[in-house]
C-alpha cells in the first residue's frame, strides 16, 4: 500500500473541510500517476485509522470521487480508481504543439489596432496612507454588518433559480420601490419604478444616455470646468463639445443662450447640456435657483436634453438645499442620475439614471448587449437596508462626519495654509475647490507630498487645457479629523519648500 | 408621558435588532410630530422597565438618536427630542410647486429620440416551471455554500479601504491569477494574468471588443446562423456582416477564404470573424480541426481578428474535446472571450476576454467609462473557489449529470418524437439543436406548450430571415432527467395535435 500517511497532508484548522481537503489530495495523486486507474483504494476504516480520522470523513471522500467519477465503487469489493478516467485529454490543433509553456503570451495583436487617445486619462484610486483626495467616502463608516446580513439572508432563502438566474435588466424591483419613494420623499421627484434604471455607478448611467441619445457630429454643452468621465462618454459617441463659462453660482445661461441661438442659426443646434448643479464638478458652486429654472426653459425652448448628474445630492450641510432640476421638469426635458457609491463604499456599484419610461426601456435595450443585468444579490441588499432604515439611518450618520470634517478642514486650511491657498467653503459634497499660488506647480507639489506620505491629486485632470487654474480638489470626507490635521502639516511643509526655493 | 408601550411595537424575532426596530420607531415618531422638538424623552430605567427590555437596549437606541442628530443630551437632565431637528426642508425650485405628487411621470420625452430597432430583440430568461431553455445551467447544482462562505470571508476580514474601495478595472488579482492557470490547464493558452480581463459575463467581452476594434463601414464575417448577442454588438459600431454557411463541420472555409479575397479586391477588407467553434451557436456543431487551423492562416493572411466566443468550452461529452482556437495562435490573432456565468449561475456575472497585452489595456480604458470595474466581492469568491479547487469539483459534478441528462433527452426525443424531430446528438453543451416537420408552425407550437405548462422558444431569434429552418435549441442542462420526460411528454402531446389538425 501507499504511504497515505507521508503522501497527505491535512489541516484541520483550514475554512476547507477535511473531507474536501482529503478529495482533493486523491485527485492530485491520480492525475500525477501515483495512484493508477483500476488500483484499490483502503478500506474506509483502514484509513481512517492510518489518517487518524473519523471514518465518516473517508467516506466523504470518497464519496466525493464516485460523485466526481475518477472512483468507482465494485460491489463487495471496495473503491477503485475509475478504469476508464475521466479526465479529458484534448486535442492539440497543430502537430507537434508542445504541452509545456514556453513561448511568452503575446503582448501586441496581429490585427490592425489603434488606441483611442480619448480614453487615456488617469484612474483616481484610493491611497492606503495619508490623502486628500477627489472627494471619496469614508468606507470606515459603511454599514457593512447590515449589507453583510442582507446578503447573508438573500443566500438562504428563496428560490435559487430565481436568486442566481437571469434577472431584469432594469434592476430588483425592491430596490426600484424603495429608490422610488426616497428620491420622491429626499428630492422631490415623481417617479414610479418604471422611471427608474439600477445601472453600476452613475457612469454606466451617463454612458448608456450619450449612447442611446447621441450622434457623430452632434452639439453637446458642458461648463468649462467640468468632470472627464462624462467629456470621455459625450466624445465617445462622436459628438463635439462646446463649453460656456462656470461662475461662483454655476454655469452662465446667458452664455448658454447665446450659444443655442448661436448654434440653431448654423443648422447644428445644440442636442445636451450636461450639469453637475448640486456641486459643480470640480469647484464645488452650486447652480442657482433662477438659473436652473432658466435652463429648464432653454432646454424646451431649443429642444436639448439636460443630463443632470446629482453625484452627491445626498451630502448637503445646509439646512434647505436646493431640489434638482428634475424636480421641477414638467415636460420631460431632464435625464436624472445619480448614484451610491459615494454614499455608501465604491464597491457597491448602485447607481441609478431617472427619465421618462420610453427613455428607460431603450436604456434597458442598449445596456442588455453591454452586460445584460446588474447584480440581483446587492440590489436587493440595498433595497433591504432601504427597507429597513438602515441606509438612511448610515446617510445621516456620516453626514454629520462629514459636516465635522468640513469644518474642521476647512479652519485648517484657513490657519495653516492661508498664504497659498485660496478656497471657499462648500455647502456639501466631499471635497473642498482650493487654487494654490502660482508660485506652486502642482505637479510637483503632489510629487513631493507623495514623498512625504501624503497622497493628493495634482488638478491637471481638472484644469482645461488652455487655462492655468494651478487648482485642485481636496477631499476632507475620507479621513478622520486627525488623519486631516497630519495631511495639512504634511501639506504645510511641502508648501514651505516651494516658497524658501522661489527666488523672487 | 406618551403611551410609549403602545405607540412602540417590538418583533424581538425580526433579524433587525431590537435596539434598532426602537430607534426606528423613535425617529417616525419624531417625523411624524408626535414626539416634538425640545421634547425631554423618558429614561432609559423607565423606558426599560415599561416596554420589558434590558436598559443597555435603549442606551443603545438613544446613542443611535444622538449620533444621528435627532436627539440631544443635556447632562445631568437627560434626553431630549433635538431643538434644531436637522431634518433638511429642500427649497421647491417652482413658485407653487407642490410637495403631493398629483402629476403622472412622463412617458416620453420632450427632446428628439429615436430607438434604435437594432436592440429590439427578446430577451430570454429562466422560466419557473417545466422548460426545455435555450441551454441554460442548472442552478439547484451551483455550490452556493462554498460560495456564501467565501463572501462572508469577503466582509469579515482584511481593510475596508481595500476590499471595498475603487478596484483594478482589469479585476481583481486572485482571479485573474487562478483563471489564467486554470485556462492554461484545461485549454491550452498560454496566458498570463496581464492578458485576462475579467468582465461581466462574455456579453461584455464580446462589447468591449467590437467596440474597440471595429469602426462604422468595416466588414465582419459570422456564420449564416449565429448568435444574435454578437450580431447586435457587431452591427451597434456601424460595421456590416456578411455570412458564409454552416455545415455539419462549423463554418465554412473555403467560402470564407473566397469572400476575404473577394472584399480584398474592391478595398474593403473584412476586419473580424466571429466564432463560436466548440460548439456552433445555435446549432451546436463543432469546428472540426483542419477547418480551425485554415482560420488562423486566413487570418494572418487577411490580417483580420477572430473573435472566438468559447461560451461552454467546460461541458464537453468526448474525452478528446478539440482545444480553442487560441491554443494555437501564434501572431496574436486571436481575441479569446469565456465566461462562468453558464458554468455557475447567471447571476454570478463573470466573462473574461484572453487577448495581447496592447488590446487588454485599451479594453480595460473603455470599460472605465462604462462600468469602471467588476465586482471585487464576487470576483474574490470566484477566485477562492478556484483555489480550494470547488469550483473545478463542480464544474465535473454538472459535467456528469449533464452528460446523463444528454442521453436520456436524446432518447426521448429519438422514441417519443421521432417523426417529427431531426437532430444530431450534441458532442458538448447544454442543447440539443432540433428541427421540425414543416406541418409545425414553430410559434404556434411555444405558445401550444406554454398553455400545456411547459415552456420552449419558438427558434425565430435563431432562424436567419429568408431561410425557413424550423428549428430550435432545446435545453436538457437545467432540467432534471425527470423534469425532461415531463416536458418531452408534454411537446408529444402537443405536436400530435398540429399533425391531426394538418389536413394533408
Chains 1, 2 share one sequence.
Not at 139 to 159: C, T, V
Not at 402 to 419: G, M, Q, S
Amino acid at each position: 500500500m501507499l504511504p497515505f500517511k507521508s503522501l497527505i497532508q491535512l489541516d484541520k484548522s483550514s475554512a476547507t473541510p477535511v473531507f474536501v481537503q482529503l478529495s482533493n489530495q486523491l485527485g492530485q495523486l491520480i492525475r500525477a500517476g501515483t495512484l493508477a486507474s483500476g488500483q484499490r483504494l483502503p478500506g474506509t476504516r483502514q484509513l481512517a485509522e492510518l489518517l487518524q480520522l473519523n471514518r465518516q470523513t473517508i467516506v466523504a471522500a470518497y464519496d466525493e470521487g464516485l460523485a466526481q467519477g475518477w472512483l468507482e465503487s465494485r460491489s463487495g469489493s471496495g473503491t477503485y480508481v475509475a478504469a476508464h478516467f475521466p479526465d479529458v485529454k484534448p486535442q492539440p490543433l497543430l502537430p507537434g504543439q508542445s504541452e509545456t509553456v514556453t513561448e511568452s503570451p503575446q503582448d501586441k495583436p496581429g490585427y490592425l489596432f489603434e488606441t483611442n487617445p480619448l480614453l487615456v486619462r488617469p484612474l483616481l484610486t484610493y491611497s492606503a496612507g495619508l490623502h486628500l483626495d477627489d472627494g471619496f467616502p469614508d468606507i470606515r463608516l459603511a454599514p457593512m454588518e447590515e449589507l453583510g446580513r442582507a446578503y447573508r439572508s438573500y443566500f438562504r432563502w428563496g428560490n435559487p433559480q430565481q436568486h442566481f438566474g437571469y434577472a431584469d435588466t432594469k434592476g430588483h424591483p425592491l430596490l426600484r420601490e424603495q429608490l422610488s419613494v426616497y428620491l420622491n420623499e429626499t428630492r422631490g421627484l415623481r417617479t414610479k419604478p418604471d422611471n427608474i434604471l439600477i445601472t453600476r455607478g452613475s457612469i454606466m448611467g451617463l454612458h448608456l444616455t450619450c449612447q442611446t441619445l447621441l450622434q457623430a457630429g452632434d452639439r453637446v454643452v458642458t461648463g468649462e470646468t467640468t468632470w472627464f468621465g462624462a467629456t470621455m462618454n459625450i466624445r465617445k459617441t462622436g459628438a463635439s463639445i462646446l463649453t460656456v463659462p462656470v461662475d461662483q453660482h454655476g454655469m452662465d445661461m446667458d452664455a448658454l443662450a447665446e450659444l443655442c441661438q448661436k448654434q440653431r442659426s448654423v443648422a447644428r443646434p445644440i442636442r445636451m447640456v450636461f450639469v453637475t448643479p448640486h456641486h459643480h464638478y470640480p469647484t464645488t458652486v452650486t447652480l442657482r435657483a433662477d438659473r436652473r429654472i432658466r435652463l429648464l426653459q432653454l432646454a424646451e425652448q431649443y429642444g436639448f436634453a439636460v443630463l443632470e448628474d446629482d453625484y452627491d445630492y445626498d451630502f448637503h450641510y445646509l439646512s434647505r438645499p436646493i431640489l434638482p432640476l428634475a424636480s421641477a421638469d414638467q415636460r420631460g426635458m431632464v435625464v436624472y442620475v445619480g448614484s451610491l457609491t459615494k454614499s455608501v463604499a465604491p464597491a457597491f456599484r448602485i447607481g441609478y439614471v431617472v427619465a421618462p419610461t420610453a427613455l428607460i426601456n431603450a436604456l434597458a435595450q442598449l445596456r442588455r448587449i453591454i452586460d445584460r443585468q446588474g447584480d440581483p444579490m446587492l440590489e436587493f441588499a440595498i433595497g433591504q437596508l432601504f427597507k429597513t432604515g438602515d441606509l438612511r439611518r448610515h446617510f445621516r450618520k456620516s453626514l454629520r462626519a462629514y459636516h465635522a470634517r468640513r469644518d474642521h478642514f476647512c479652519d485648517l486650511l484657513a490657519t495653516e495654509l492661508k498664504e497659498v491657498v485660496q478656497f471657499t467653503k462648500p455647502d456639501g459634497g466631499m471635497a473642498v475647490w482650493t487654487t494654490f499660488d502660482t508660485v506652486i506647480d502642482m505637479d510637483s507639489l503632489a510629487l513631493q507630498a507623495s514623498r512625504e506620505g501624503l497622497s493628493l491629486a495634482s488638478g491637471s485632470i481638472h484644469n482645461p487645457p488652455g487655462q492655468r487654474l494651478n487648482g485642485t480638489r481636496l477631499g476632507f470626507a475620507s479621513s478622520t479629523e486627525d488623519e486631516l490635521e497630519q495631511g495639512v502639516a504634511i501639506l504645510k511643509k511641502v508648501v514651505e519648500k516651494f516658497r524658501y526655493t522661489d527666488s523672487r
